[in-house]
Structures are given as structure tokens and as C-alpha cells.
């Protein structure tokens, strides 16, 4: 779904929307209440029931006053805030729950809270996802609890506050419950909210992926047209539920009866393929939303991808079936298959035919994903879903990835990437349903045109396929940036259990694919270890004389099935293997069916073995692309560089399924100080004193600077801060001081004046006439690194570490994250670089204190959190002391994105 929010948070919020879906797969629309509204309020109150109105006043109100309506709508955006939950589009929209808080003004960390739902929309969660976003933005806003009275008979109000996971405490006085609650982030809360969310995606796509009944609107007695071509699918394949073709110019499809129109069908059809031409499509959904349908698959093209006018329609479709409630795929997309004994629904227009499985598909393109999915069948790819998602007006990969999470059918979800509609609730998604089931994706996109222009370092060294990169690392998922890739992976762990660990044995008859297996797999992080003495000893009395035992197992090309057979039970008992590969030249004598029932017979006979299995079969003649083995199906390759590839991919997700999550670690902003910074600047580069109070903010602190104009200013800072300092020029159109030689370094406090004089002589070289400059204390000596925050217009705020100095481009060794941070994704980021190396100790020098570092990374995501409209900050160098002696920030620069 996509899922949309407006409004910059930490100023008093004037504007603020998004979508929120219910549990019965209703779309609502959740937004700050407006002037405007007074009347649809009183509209709200005269339709709740008495009971309703006595929970919420906590008496009975027979009539709504202007002062309670007045009470009711007030908004300042700051120390109280309403928020209306509406049903319906925007022209014709009705407030069907309204909640707010309001601070107390001695005790402004507190906030009463209150709701007001109708009847006929409770108990479908709305109450719990205003109090949610109510949190929001008060934590936004320095508000730490959040307080309410309620009637002790009110057991579904109590329930919500209770269930939320935010540590409630009550007590209870004349029939009144006083709860009291802290809304600081809780792990109980995102549980449960995620898991809400979750629950909510699913029931919806139901009448998406598993339908009781569908129609065809625009099916065709022409096989050869779009929704022709599709209904006879559907019937070919033998949809377990009703499936109706509407086309007013025909009697019967197929010998199937034919109706006029929707209104014509003998009942309301869970789901509606499109398949008329652009121009009809808004008209008939309006029609399939009027009669109930659940959701809508339009097949057809002339949306959003073909312009302006495309757009309009696009926006006014998704308009409709949002205020229906209808789930939408599409449009341009090419169809919906789900192999399921239950469903079996082929329900795309294309001549594929998908064996069951396991593996479930998303595509962007919809021409590519019908290729993937004739390939699939190739490789014998059993597949258990797939979704052609087209222009992703509503339904995204992220709201398939929360259905596929609890699909019992599904156990490897493949993913074609052309673009992240919502990046950080992919990132949050993905996160999780990684922990369960692999994710594989392809990111089409990867090298840009052109590099937009940077004015920082952070900016510069930062790409969106470097964030897509850091995004996939957080979230286990295993890119791979070819199609070939892609099926060899996926092959893999739809087949095969997830190694556990990097050891990998080689059983071949020839010596140079081995060899190319051994480079691929070291080159890869996994380990072809020499096995143990006992395996080599029993390998020796199995093979020639000629033969090697240690890893690779070289057989020779003279070895035969039985061979093969003695081998790979010996490897199978082994110890000290994780992985096993199989590669196999037929020579003359042994033809490749021999070896593969070789294969088959060993491992059908060891269910229990937890190995991971994979083969090569140098032969374009047979072409084995399989071996079913008892439970299990050992996936071949062409060549040993696609297995190995695949086996690397399952090793290194298992290494991150392994580990710890890790945990959201909000650091205290103090929001006041920042936002005063934020208030009085409109955008552009900070001034020092600003830069200094708002990473202070964060508790970042700088090193010590003075402002200075002149010789003479320089002089009297020089003498005020003592000891050796560095000066160095302070000017908006200098983005890199080393480029125009703008340093001097190891200044004398009495010398200050002299400096500035030398300074202005050297930057007045490069065409440049010096008017201010920093003047500051020299940090002592440690490891220079780099850290600070950029923006990308696709991911948001990105957090960089690596490498510092003036030499930062060069070295390119950076780390990207995307925000929201882990304490694991800091220290992953810290790990990803060369800098890790010289942190902890490079040839006799002391460790560096990297935990200074951990929390310095972690600070500023949540500064750039708090404050989104830092689109660049860089901190070059910050010098890393010793152990335990934290690190110091020599120079820092921050440029705001315009307030507008």
C-alpha cells in the first residue's frame, strides 16, 4: 500500500496525512483536523450511540454545543493536536473517528488524550492507530506521557490503552479510571503495530491472491486479445471458484455464458481483472466499486507511464478504489498467478505455464516478470505465487512481502527492483520477513546517467544504488545484479537448507573447474578447507593412485558413478563441511544420467542430512538442470562460478539470519535547541555557532572555534584559547579548504595575527581574498575518519562513516546506512571499512576507541531523524583517540534543505 505522510513534524504541525489500511482491509485516510470540518463533526456526534457519547464525555451529551465543538476541533499543532479519521475520497469524504491530545499547561510533559469513534467502524483498530501516530508527534514536541480518563465500563477503550505496549498504570476513583502512560518508543509497541499492519495486508490481499470468485471485464471470444486470452487461462488451469467474462457484444466465451455487465453477474465477484482500453477503466471501476468488489487487477496500459494525461486517470482510479476499500494492481501490469490446489489461478494473458513451489515472484516490469516465470519452469522453478505489479498505484512489494510472510506456500520470495515506492517501510518490512524466509532481488537502475553535483564529501561519495546497496546489507535481502544470478540463487534456497556455516567441500573428475570453483569460493569469503586425516585416508582407499583427497577431491577424468557414489558418502560423513559441491565432465566412458542417479540414491538416503548440496554438470548436450533426491531436489549448474555465486549468497544470509537483530536506539535530541536552529535558518549552509548548537543537540560536540575576520581578531582569539592552533578559511564559496590550500596548521598562541596574514597569502594564490576563517585549538593525534549524513531525493537521510582526510574521495571507503539505525547497522558500518583495520591497532599502534565512534554514528541518525531537513553534514576529519579517550571533531558542516 502505498503509504503516505506530510508535514514537518518538529515545528507546530499544520498539515499531516496518511493512509491507513483496517483490519477488514478498509482504506482510510488519517489527517489534521481543519477549520472546515465543524460541520462533518457534528455530523460524527449525531450519528454515535448514546453509549459512544457517554464514554467519551464521560456523561451523556444529548446535543453537541458550539464550546464542545469548539473543544472538539481546536488545533494549534503543537500543545494540542487532532487528528479525523476519514472514509471515502476526498470530494466526498466522511469523518468517521476523531482523537487528540492536548498538553497541560503546568505540566507541559504531559498530555490528556481522547477518541471518539462511530459505532459501526469500532473495533477494527482505528482507536489504536490514532493513539500510535498521536505518540508521534508528541515525542516530536517534547510531550513524554500521555494521560485519560475513562468510564470503568468502557472496556474497549481500557483494552486499547492496555494492549498498546506502552506500560500503562491506572487507578480507579467513582467509577473513573485515571490511566497514565510514558510514549517513549517500546519494543512491546512495534510489535505490536507491525504486527497489526501485518495483519491488515494480508486479510486484504486475500481477495487479491486467493479470490472465491473473479471477473473478466473485457474478456473476448478472440484468444488472441489481452482479455481473451486471459479468461481462457483461467479456465485452462481450472480456477477452483467462479470465474465470469463480461463483454456486452457476446453471448458465451468458450462455451461459457457471457454477461453485459457487471450488474448482470448472478453474484459480486471478489476480484476484477481489467482489460479495456484506458479511457473505460476509471467508469468500470467506479461500476465494480459500487457493486463490492474487493479488488481490482487492471491489465490495462495509459496511466502514469504515459503522461500527464495517463497520471490524471491514474490518480482519479486510485482515488475510487481507495474510497471503496478496493485493492488495486496495476495498472500496466500483466497479471496475477497463485498455483495454490486451492486457487489455482493463472490470470495473466500470457502462454505460461509455472509449476507449483515454493518460490514466490514480484516484478516491476511485467514484460521481464512472464520471461522469469517461462524461465522458472525451465529450471524447473516451482513457484507458489506471482505478481506483476505495473505501476504500483496501491499494491507494492512491500504490502505482498507482509502477505507472502505468513504464506505457508512461500518459503524464497523473489523480487524485481526498479524503483522503492516507500524505502524505509520496505526497510522495515523486509527486516523481519527476512528473519523467516530469504528474499532475493534484482535492483535494475544501478548505474545513473549522470552524477549530480555534490558540494560536500558525504554528498559526493553517496549514489542511490549505494544506498539500495546499504539498505539491502540492513535488511538480510541477497542482491544479485544479473537475471543469471538471480535464478541461481533463488534455485538454491528454494532447494536447499541455509548453510551454516562458510566450509565447503568439492567432489570433482576434472582439475580446472575445480580450480575455478576454489578461486570463486575464496573470492567470495567461503573456505575450501583440507579435510581432516581419517576422510582423506577412507577418500584414498576409494580412489586411483592419481587422485587427490585433500579439497578439491579430484577424481580424475577416469572416475565412474561408482566412483562418484563412494566419494560423496565419505563427504557426506565427514566432518567439518557446511556445503558440498559436485562437478562432473563426462568423458567417454560415463555419461551424465549414471552420475546424477549416483547422486540422487546417496542423498534420498540421507534425509537428515543438513548440507547444503549443489552441482555442476559441464554438459550441453544433457542438460541435467536437477536431481530429485527423496525431499529434496539438488539444483545443477552450467558452470562452477553460478554455483559457487548461489552458495556464497545462501552462506552469507545465514551469517545475518544468525546474528542478532539488533535494536532501535533512540538518542535523546533536545528538540528545543534544534529546532530554534532550524527555525531561524531558512536553508543553505549553518554558521559555525549553529552548526555547534545543533549537533550539541545531540550531545556532538565540536572542537572549539572562534570566528575571525582579521589579523587582528585573530590575534586576540589566538591569545584567548591558548596553545597550538590551526586556522583555516570560513567562506560559503570554498567547499574544500585543502583545494585552495586554506589551512595553517601548528600556530603559536602569540602568532595569530601572522597566521592570518600567511592564510589570507595562500588562498589569495588560488584567486581567493580571505574575509573569515576558523580558529581553533590542535586535536590531539589519532585515527582520521569521516562520518555525517546526506540526503538521497529516493531513500531519505543516509548516514556515512569511512575514511577521513582530504583524501576521502580517493579512497572511496565509506559505509552508507539508511535510517532508522540499529546499534548493529553502526557497527556493521564501522566494520564494512578499511578505517575498521586502523581502529583496532594497524602495525603496533593502539587500539582506537571505536565504541566513541559507535555512538557518534548513532547520534547523528537520530539528529537527522529529528531534524529531516539536514540534506548534508559532513565531519571531516574527526580524530579517534585512544581507548576510552573518545574522539574529537576538528571540522563540521551542516546545509539545511529550504523550509519551504
Known amino acids: 500500500m502505498t503509504n503516505t505522510e506530510r508535514g514537518d513534524r518538529h515545528s507546530p504541525l499544520n498539515e499531516f496525512s496518511k493512509d491507513i489500511l483496517l483490519r477488514n482491509g478498509l482504506l482510510l485516510s488519517l489527517r489534521t483536523i481543519r477549520p472546515g470540518d465543524r460541520a462533518e463533526l457534528a455530523e460524527l456526534f449525531n450519528r454515535c450511540s448514546p453509549e459512544t457519547i457517554r464514554f467519551r464525555f464521560l456523561h451523556l451529551v444529548k446535543s453537541l454545543p458550539s464550546s464542545l465543538l469548539d473543544q472538539l476541533a481546536e488545533n494549534d499543532g503543537f500543545q494540542r493536536v487532532v487528528f479525523v479519521v476519514t472514509l471515502g475520497a476526498v470530494e ?8 487528540g491530545y492536548s498538553a497541560e499547561a503546568d ?16 473495533k477494527q483498530g482505528i482507536g489504536t492507530i490514532l493513539l500510535d501516530t498521536l505518540a508521534d508527534v508528541a515525542r516530536d514536541h517534547n510531550i513524554k506521557r500521555f494521560s485519560a480518563d475513562v468510564l470503568a465500563d468502557n472496556r474497549l477503550m481500557l483494552s486499547v490503552f492496555r494492549k498498546a505496549g506502552y506500560g500503562v498504570s491506572a487507578a480507579v476513583s467513582y467509577g473513573v479510571t485515571h490511566v497514565e502512560f510514558p510514549i517513549e518508543r517500546s519494543r512491546a509497541a512495534e510489535v505490536r503495530a507491525e504486527a497489526q499492519e501485518a495483519e491488515a495486508e494480508r486479510i486484504s490481499l486475500q481477495s487479491v491472491l486467493a479470490p472465491r470468485s473473479i471477473a473478466v471485464i473485457g474478456a473476448s471470444r478472440d484468444a488472441t486479445s489481452v482479455g481473451g486470452a486471459l479468461f481462457r487461462n483461467l479456465l485452462r488451469w481450472g480456477f477452483a471458484g467462479s470465474v465470469y467474462g463480461v463483454n456486452p457484444a457476446a453471448s458465451d466465451i468458450e ?11 448472478p453474484e459480486t465477484p471478489e476480484l476484477a481483472y481489467i482489460c479495456v482500453p484506458a479511457a473505460h477503466v476509471v467508469e468500470i471501476a467506479r461500476q465494480c466499486a459500487a457493486a463490492g468488489v474487493h479488488a481490482l487487477c487492471v491489465i490495462s496500459a495509459g496511466f502514469a507511464e504515459s503522461g500527464a494525461e495517463g497520471a490524471a486517470r491514474q490518480t482519479e482510479l486510485v482515488s475510487i478504489c481507495r474510497a471503496a476499500g478496493m485493492r488495486l494492481i496495476g495498472p500496466n501490469c500483466m497479471g496475477l498467478v497463485n498455483t495454490a490446489a486451492g486457487v489455482r489461478m493463472l490470470g495473466t494473458f500470457a502462454p505460461a505455464n509455472p509449476p507449483a513451489g515454493n518460490v514466490a515472484m514480484s516484478s516491476q516490469s511485467g514484460a521481464l516478470g512472464l520471461a522469469l516465470l517461462d524461465r522458472a519452469a525451465e529450471f524447473g522453478l516451482g513457484v507458489s505465487s506471482f505478481v506483476s505489479v505495473g505501476n504500483k498505484a496501491d499494491v507494492s512489494g512491500n504490502d505482498l512481502l507482509q502477505y507472502w510472510e505468513a504464506d505457508e506456500s512461500t518459503g524464497v520470495v523473489l523480487l524485481y527492483l526498479e524503483s522503492f515506492g516507500n524505502p524505509r517501510r520496505f526497510a522495515r518490512i523486509a527486516r523481519r520477513v527476512s528473519r523467516s524466509k530469504p528474499i532475493v532481488a534484482v535492483k535494475a537502475g544501478r548505474t545513473p546517467g549522470g552524477a549530480r553535483a555534490a558540494s560536500s564529501h558525504t554528498a559526493a561519495l553517496a549514489s542511490s544504488d549505494r544506498a539500495a546497496t ?27 537448507a541455509i548453510p551454516e556455516g562458510n566450509r565447503i567441500g568439492i567432489l570433482t573428475n576434472a582439475g580446472g573447474p575445480a580450480i575455478l570453483a576454489v578461486d570463486a569460493a575464496e573470492a567470495a569469503g567461503l573456505e575450501v578447507p583440507v579435510l581432516d586425516e581419517e576422510t582423506q585416508s577412507r577418500l584414498r582407499q576409494a580412489l586411483p593412485a592419481a587422485a587427490s583427497a585433500k579439497n578439491p577431491v579430484d577424481m580424475t577424468a577416469s572416475a565412474e558413478a561408482e566412483q562418484y557414489r563412494a566419494c560423496l558418502e565419505i563427504l557426506c560423513d565427514a566432518q567439518g563441511l557446511d556445503a558440498l559441491l559436485i562437478i562432473f565432465i563426462p568423458p567417454l566412458v560415463t555419461p551424465s544420467a549414471e552420475v546424477a542417479e549416483v547422486v540422487s540414491s546417496v542423498l534420498s538416503k540421507r534425509p537428515g542430512l543438513r548440507r547444503t548440496v549443489a552441482a555442476v554438470f559441464l554438459d550441453s548436450v544433457s542438460r541435467v538442470m536437477s536431481i530429485p533426491a527423496g525431499g529434496r531436489t539438488i539444483p545443477v549448474y552450467d558452470f562452477p562460478e553460478g554455483a ?18 539488533g535494536e532501535f536506539r533512540d538518542v535523546a535530541v533536545q528538540r528545543v535547541a534544534a529546532n530554534d536552529v532550524l527555525e531561524r535558518n531558512k536553508g543553505g549552509w549553518l554558521e559555525s555557532n549553529d552548526v555547534r548548537i545543533l549537533l550539541g543537540a545531540a550531545g556532538i560536540k565540536v572542537l572549539e572555534s572562534r570566528i575571525v575576520r582579521s589579523a587582528g581578531e585573530a590575534s586576540t582569539a589566538a591569545a584567548e584559547l591558548g596553545g597550538r592552533l590551526a586556522l583555516k578559511i570560513h567562506q560559503a564559496e570554498v567547499l574544500h579548504k585543502s583545494d585552495v590550500d586554506g589551512v595553517v596548521l601548528d600556530v603559536a598562541a602569540e602568532d595569530g595575527a601572522a597566521a592570518f596574514s600567511q592564510l589570507a597569502s595562500q588562498v589569495g594564490k588560488h584567486g581567493i581574498e580571505l574575509s573569515t576563517a576558523t580558529l581553533s585549538r590542535m586535536a590531539s593525534p589519532g585515527v582520521e575518519v569521516i562520518a555525517g549524513v546526506t540526503h538521497d531525493s529516493l531513500f531519505g537521510s543516509l548516514v556515512v562513516f569511512g575514511l577521513g582526510g582530504t583524501f576521502v574521495e580517493l579512497f572511496d571507503d565509506v559505509a552508507f546506512r539508511v ?3 540499529t546499534d548493529r547497522d553502526a557497527y556493521e558500518m564501522i566494520q564494512a571499512t578499511r578505517a575498521n583495520r586502523l581502529l583496532g591497532g594497524f602495525r603496533g599502534s593502539a587500539p582506537a576507541d571505536k565504541k566513541a565512534v559507535h555512538e557518534l554514528l548513532l547520534s547523528l541518525a537520530s539528529l537527522a531523524e529529528a531534524a529531516p531537513r539536514i540534506v548534508e553534514m559532513d565531519l571531516n576529519p574527526v580524530i579517534v583517540h585512544a581507548e576510552g579517550e573518545g574522539l574529537t571533531i576538528v571540522d563540521a558542516r551542516v546545509r539545511l534543505a529550504d523550509a519551504s
Open 470 to 496: 546499504a539498505l539491502f546489507a540492513q535488511t538480510g535481502i541477497i542482491r544479485v545484479n544479473t537475471l543469471s544470478d538471480f535464478f541461481s540463487v533463488a534455485r538454491l534456497l528454494a532447494t536447499q
Open 644 to 661: 559457487v555465486a548461489a552458495l556464497a549468497a545462501a552462506v552469507h544470509y545465514g551469517v545475518w539470519r544468525s546474528q542478532s537483530p
Open 819 to 821: 535510517l532508522p539505525l
Open 107 to 122: 505540566r507541559p510533559e504531559l498530555a490528556e488524550v481522547s477518541f471518539l469513534v462511530e459505532d459501526s467502524m469500532q
Open 255 to 265: 462455451g461459457v455464458r457471457a454477461y453485459g455487465s457487471l450488474t448482470d453477474l
Open 92 to 99: 466526498h469524504e466522511k469523518i468517521i473517528a476523531v482523537g
